[in-house]
């Protein structure tokens, strides 16, 4: 979702300076380009095919795994829907744990 400051509208010149700030910020960091939640989850089972709930109101795109205790995860990227995640899992030690974020990155950014 693009969003706009509309800085050419602020008089004070020290508020327009800060919002002028801010917007390059946005535009140079990755991690604010798009929409992202980090998620911690537990996966008991190795299997095939296994889904999880996300609630994000909208289809994921891409995931940045931090961690992965007792095993191996591969996402299924082309079945992510605006509901679940899908993925292998190879479950060495139950519960295996998975962090990761998990969104969409997007060059659109804020524009000032």
Request: overall charge neutral; glycine content about 4%; charged content about 20%.
């Amino acid at each position: 979702m693009k969003k706009k400051l509309y800085v050419s509208q602020l008089e004070d010149p020290y508020m327009k300076a800060n919002m002028i700030t801010i917007g390059e910020v946005f535009s140079t960091n990755p991690f604010l380009k798009g929409q992202w939640r980090f998620l911690t989850f537990e996966v008991t089972t190795s299997g095939t095919d296994i889904k999880l709930a996300h609630n994000f109101n909208f289809t994921p795109a891409d995931v940045i795994v931090t961690s992965v205790i007792n095993g191996t995860i591969t996402f299924k990227y082309a079945s992510f829907d605006k509901n679940f995640l899908v993925f292998d899992a190879t479950v060495t030690t139950a519960p295996m744990t998975v962090r990761a974020l998990i969104g969409r990155y997007t060059e659109e950014t804020v524009n000032v």
